[in-house]
């Protein structure tokens, strides 16, 4: 089991980044709220890993926080929600933002994101209040706040920042025709391409 990997940096591609840790680079790919936390590409970085073996391949997810992998761990274990759905999930909002849809039966929120309908919801509200109780207490006993806070830099501006937005909604399972309308609803000069896919995932909220 990889726990976690500390190294340098030296890819970065929404969702995707490519982390090289004594010269051997790991493909991870990382919820975008965790994503816009990362530092610049060629820095060193520290993230919290899940290792998933399956027959056909073997993945790495990536987290800034043991409090966002530790939800991840509790999203792929409800019904009918797997890694790339957990991904999409806290890709879609913060960690903070999918307790407080729990805690307040909010389907309405959580069936805009793809791939989540409405008997998924269903499910995930009904299955995850008793288990995020557990993991807020265990986080509030370890005085962590159970939270992701919002400190990261944006890149410099990329003339691809909207092919690049483009391309990390449709990772995510957004089809083309959305992605597309999103990114051009709220794109405007000078966005970089991270601030462009924070603001296109809130436009779909």
């Keep these: 089991m990889i726990g976690r990997l500390q190294g340098t940096l030296v890819e970065k591609q929404a969702p995707d980044i490519v982390l090289d840790v004594n010269g051997v680079g790991y493909e991870v790919q990382m919820p975008l709220t965790s994503f816009y936390e990362l530092p610049e590409l060629d820095q060193q970085a520290l993230i919290y890993t899940h290792f998933v073996v399956r027959e056909d391949a073997q993945l790495l997810y990536g987290f800034i926080s043991k409090q966002e992998r530790a939800l991840f761990r509790l999203l792929i274990k409800a019904n009918g929600v797997g890694p790339k759905l957990a991904l999409t ?41 008793d288990k995020l109780k557990s993991l807020l207490d265990a986080s509030t006993a370890g005085g962590n ?18 092919e690049d937005a483009i391309a990390a909604l449709l990772a995510l399972g957004y089809k083309p025709a959305q992605a597309s309308r999103a990114v051009s609803a709220v794109m405007t000069e000078g966005m970089d391409s991270e601030t462009l896919i924070k603001a296109a995932l809130k436009s779909m909220l």
Excluded: H, W, Y
């Design 89 to 129: 999930i806290l890709s879609g909002m913060t960690s903070a933002e999918f307790v407080g849809c729990v805690e307040r039966d909010d389907i309405a929120t959580l069936v805009k994101l793809p791939g989540v309908g409405k008997k998924t919801a269903e499910r995930l509200l009904v299955e995850m209040r």
């Design 145 to 162: 706040e159970f939270k992701l806070q919002s400190n990261f830099t944006p890149e410099p501006v990329a003339n691809t920042a909207e």
